[in-house]
């Protein structure tokens, strides 16, 4: 009963370095989405992807690129990490857009020193 | 700029009592809200959810009202358990799901 896996669950950068980090769900979904969680700052989209093929900016997209690379896959990468994108990163997906519940990821959490 | 607010970090209510959680929202498109519950190092889990065109929906011990001409909605629990302390989390939704910021729960022995 897998829902959605992301990984890594930890990882450590140095600053400018490039990471990808993984998602999959297979509950065969068509939208997914990337979050993340800073203190005080609740849950912020990134970038999210209403089915295979196509993806939109969040709310906050600066500094990252996505994939979708299937329906079950949707990766979200840092070309050149920087401090300020420490943080716990988490994957969703939900059947389609706006009206279904989502379902999250266990995060991954990210540290750029 | 904030479409989905959470204006209280931290709430606390004695055991057995009611909790109410409140939540905003300024872009009037919303169409679906949800209300999700996270524990620390795990990821959010689905609570409740409401439809634009409802005004109330009941599971259990919580119950969600949205007043949609005030923007405004609320997660009501009763009876408060110990299991309820957690951060809560309001949603919006209408191509895309946006979070508020969340508010600490703590239920009081």
């Known amino acids: 009963n897998a829902g959605v896996t992301q990984t890594p669950k930890f990882q450590v950068l140095k600053t400018g370095q490039s990471m990808t980090l993984q998602c999959a769900q297979d509950m065969n979904h068509n939208s997914m989405y990337w979050y993340r969680q800073d203190p005080g700052m609740g849950l912020r989209l990134i970038y999210y992807s209403a089915s295979e093929g196509t993806t939109d900016k969040g709310e906050v997209p600066n500094g990252y690129n996505v994939s979708r690379l299937n329906k079950r896959e949707f990766s979200l990468r840092l070309e050149s990490a920087a401090p300020s994108q420490t943080s716990v990163y988490f994957c969703a997906s939900s059947t389609n857009r706006a009206g279904n519940t989502i379902y999250f990821g266990e995060g991954s959490w990210l540290t750029v020193v | 700029d904030q479409q989905v607010k959470q204006n209280s970090p931290s709430l606390s209510v004695q055991e057995g009592r009611i909790s109410i959680l409140n939540c905003d929202y300024t872009n009037s498109m919303f169409d679906y809200f949800l209300w999700y519950k996270k524990y620390p190092a795990e990821g959010p889990t689905f609570l409740i959810s409401?439809?634009?065109?409802?005004d109330k929906n009941e599971d259990g011990r919580f119950t969600v009202f949205l007043n949609k001409s005030a923007k405004h909605l609320s997660l009501h629990i009763v009876p408060s358990q110990p299991g309820d302390s957690a951060v809560y989390f309001c949603?919006?939704?209408?191509?895309?799901?946006?979070f508020g910021k969340g508010t600490r729960l703590h239920i009081l022995p």
């Open positions: 949603a919006a939704s209408d191509d895309k799901i946006i």
């Open positions: 409401i439809s634009s065109i409802k």
